[in-house]
């Protein structure tokens, strides 16, 4: 992870975090392989979305971990926070009632 003035910090719980998103996603194969075989049945599809979820959770993990080792200046903060006149989920949709925001060159 590259701080916000280039020096790299990483440390244990990082690391820890980065582990877990990986034995979840590690698992997505073989659970995906497990369901095709057994036509979607109910149990593995079941499975299936619990590992998904898992993998989910563990990333948002690691993304406060990153976050909390490196403040709120670094790059993956700024990415989250988006513009600072309005939250990141909003920057992305458009309202209707509002003109599309272009660039002037």
Do not use: C
């Not at 990483?10 to 392989?33: E, P, Y």
């Not at 948002?60 to 988006?82: D, F, K, N, P, S």
């Not at 992305?92 to 272009?102: H, M, Q």
């Amino acid at each position: 992870m590259v701080a916000a003035r280039g020096r790299l910090r990483v440390n244990d719980a990082i690391l820890r975090a980065n582990l877990h998103l990986l034995f979840w996603l590690s698992l997505a194969r073989f659970v995906t392989g497990w369901m095709g075989e057994n036509n979607f049945a109910r149990t593995p599809t079941a499975v299936y979305g619990v590992v998904l979820l898992m993998a989910a959770i563990a990333s948002w993990i690691l993304q406060r971990t990153i976050i909390a080792e490196q403040g709120h200046t670094a790059v993956l903060a700024m990415a989250q926070l988006g513009s600072a006149k309005r939250p990141a989920v909003l920057s992305a949709i458009r309202r209707p009632n509002t003109p599309r925001e272009t660039a002037v060159a």
